[in-house]
C-alpha cells in the first residue's frame, strides 16, 4: 500500500491548529503558574481566535455565543466577572456608534445598528 500525500493546504491547517493548541497550551500554563492574571489570560485568548476585547471609553465588551444565540457582555474596572449587558443607554452616541464600528468589525454576526444624533 502506498502511503498517501496529505495536501499543502490540509497540512498548513492542521499546522496553523497545532500552533494555536500550544498557544493555549502556553497561556494557560502560564495562568496556573500565576504568571499572568484571569484577565490578561481572557484578553491573549480572545487575540488568539481572533476576537479581541473591545474597549469603549474604560469598559471591556466581548460577544460570547451560546445556545445558538449570540450576547454582549462588558466588564468595568473593579467587577470581578463580565456580565451580560442588558442595555447600552448611559453610552453617548459617538461611544455608541464606536462601539458598533468595532462589534461589525470583529462581530459581524451581531445584531447593532448605529445611532444618528442630532442637537436641538
Keep these: 500500500m502506498k502511503p498517501?500525500?496529505?495536501s499543502a493546504k490540509k497540512k498548513t491547517r492542521?499546522?496553523?491548529f497545532e500552533h494555536a493548541f500550544d498557544t493555549v497550551c502556553d497561556l494557560v500554563d502560564a495562568h496556573l503558574d500565576e504568571e499572568l492574571?484571569?484577565?490578561e489570560l481572557i484578553e491573549k485568548l480572545m487575540k488568539?481566535?481572533?476576537k479581541?476585547?473591545?474597549e469603549?471609553?474604560?469598559v471591556k465588551y466581548i460577544v460570547t455565543e451560546w445556545e445558538n444565540n449570540i450576547y454582549l457582555e462588558s466588564k468595568q474596572e473593579g467587577q470581578d466577572d463580565w456580565v451580560?449587558?442588558?442595555?447600552?443607554t448611559e453610552l453617548r452616541v459617538w461611544e455608541y456608534n464606536e462601539l458598533?464600528?468595532?462589534l461589525q468589525k470583529h462581530y459581524p454576526d451581531y445584531p447593532i445598528e448605529y445611532l444618528e444624533g442630532r442637537f436641538v
Excluded: F, M, R, Y
Design 4 to 6: 498517501t500525500k496529505k
Design 84 to 88: 451580560q449587558v442588558e442595555d447600552l
Design 56 to 58: 469603549i471609553s474604560e
Design 14 to 16: 492542521i499546522n496553523a
Design 37 to 39: 492574571t484571569k484577565d
Design 48 to 50: 488568539v481566535i481572533g
Design 52 to 54: 479581541p476585547i473591545i
Design 100 to 102: 458598533v464600528d468595532k
